[in-house]
């Protein structure tokens, strides 16, 4: 089923176009017109909005450029809009707009969905999209990549089972094959970098430090180190809060607090106020007394021995070493050692880890061989059903003699997969490269059709291949120029009917000069200049009743008025919507 159309292209001042409009059919679109009349400037002007080379010398005569404008609908999520979106471009009511300007200087622009686009990004939308087969310009199936797939579609699941596994197995030989290759190739970096972690946790274990000791240690060594001056104020201060055993007489801040409170104990009782504040001068005295028992005991107890503190500044030696190179201070290093350990056990286990990959990649490897060979006979098979389908479709063609075969072959490769008992090359698809092969006549060695064929030729045999395989590639549009080159009467009436058999499952626009192809289209478009030997926007019209009976009349007889080209005419069309 057609996912995406065609719909009409503009032409403006390329050839002997002035300005027409090309009107095509979902279906078969035939073009026809007198020999000159400007037929192929369709091809031509198709080539160009698909990314063709900009020749200036298509720009018509006393005009700056050429344009062609087309309209593509196609639905959101197909390949290329999603290609054109992702190039800025937009959508129009369901529909892609794609136009090319080609200066008299030689100059060429390209615009999808109103933006601005590098020429090349057309020729990526002109895969997804249509598939031009003519004298001087064959895409599609003449790449072996799109070859490989079509034959893969052609054989269904005989093909698409095992190619399922080999591009998990290839994926996974991937993923493998990139980790054993960083491990292998860091191997002296790993062990570098295992040596200084060794030598790291070597330092930190030897040195035992405690979560916080350098913290503790630091304020231990500013007590040592002060421990005179600390047990002087220590002293002082008891004496001024609890007296001085000295001097008896000497007055003390508990002295003086306690004289405080008596005072208020003897009149408390007239004044709650006064009450409350007696109470908290009883909490201070008792307060002074703590603080002044805490400063006798800070005194007895204060050590000032400097053989404590040499060992206190030995020890933070020993930790700012470590706090200098792991960590700004002891938590930190110890959390550096953490870390570094979990990551010296991953560096040491790498060489386990090497040996699990390398048993990996060895069976993988064995694997893919097998579901190459697989692969291979899968193809082979379907590859000699459809030489054969193409055979029969070009006997039908003019073309009795021609023989279509597909080479399946594979490169030697020291570094490949084992398939047939050899080494070969292998991608993501197998092993295997696909090209068809034509026979042109009995003794002719096969070729590439590319190059086994006349330019005529080449167009039939295009035409058989794709009938054969439709359905099966992806491309929604055909364009056949010359399809129909040195084939006349019931060979004719046979392209004609392949054409319409095409267009059942796709799009397909054909210019043709024969009549017997004209009939089976489902939208004839005519091509004819006007008398100053241009063709006008009125000069690309579609055809319909009386007049597509006329100009097929004048295909057959050359008069458009013959009685007897109208009745063969007329029969031609019943026939063809006959055999529709």
Known sequence: MVVSVLEEMRIRSLGVIEDAVVQLSPGFTAVTGETGAGKTMVVTSLGLLLGGRADPGLVRIGTKSASVEGRITL????????????????????????????????????YVGGRAVPVGLLGELADELVAVHGQTDQQGLLRPARQREALDRYAGDAVAVPLAKYGAAYRRLREVAGELDELTTRARERAQEADMLRFGLDEVAAAEPLPGEDAELAAEAERLGHAEALASAATQAHAALAGNPEDPEGVDAGMLVAGAQRALEAVRSHDPELAVLSDRIGEIGILLGDVAGELAGYADNLDADPRRLAVVEDRRAVLAHLTRKYGENIDAVLAWAAAGGARLGELEGDDDRITELTVERDALRAELGDLAQALSDARAEAADRFAGAVTAELAQLAMPHARVTVALRQTEDPEGVVVGGRPVAFGATGADEVELQLAPHPGAPPRPISKGASGGELSRVMLAVEVVFAGSDPVPTYLFDEVDAGVGGKAAVEVGRRLAKLARTAQVVVVTHLPQVAAFADRQLLVEKTNDGSVTRSGVRVLEGEERVRELSRMLAGLEDSELGRAHAEELLAAAREAR
């Not at 009511?93 to 008299?104: F, N």
């Open 75 to 110: 639905s959101a999520d197909a390949p290329a809009a999603v290609r054109a979106e992702e190039a800025g471009a937009e959508l129009d009511d369901g529909a892609l707009l794609i136009s090319r300007t080609v200066s008299a200087e030689g100059r060429s622009r390209a």
